[in-house]
């Protein structure tokens, strides 16, 4: 029984570390679309004084973005996001652990 109860706890564990390390999938043609919402509405663009890279975490002094509707009309995959615009990349953001989650460039 301890046995049972000792391996249900770590597969639980290991269901959290996997839950960290989420990822977003873009398709190579919705990279296009958020590329193009980006220069046609004029999404302001940050300085980025942290590593520009997948799971790094987003300081609380980078505001982030809503995904706007029209946006997740084209590219649904980005509909529980948040995202900003820094160095010509647009980086998605797991709001609740502000992790990136996906860089289109």
Known sequence: MKFATLAG??????G?????DKVLTIAPEHGTAIRQYVVTEHVPVVTVEFPLELGA???AGIKLQQVPLGLVAKVPEVRNYEYFA??????FVEPYTRRIVQIVE
């Open 9 to 14: 706890l770590t597969v639980l564990a290991a």
């Open 16 to 20: 959290y570390a996997f839950a960290d």
């Open 57 to 59: 975490v987003v300081p």
């Open 86 to 91: 820094a160095g010509g990349k647009v980086a």
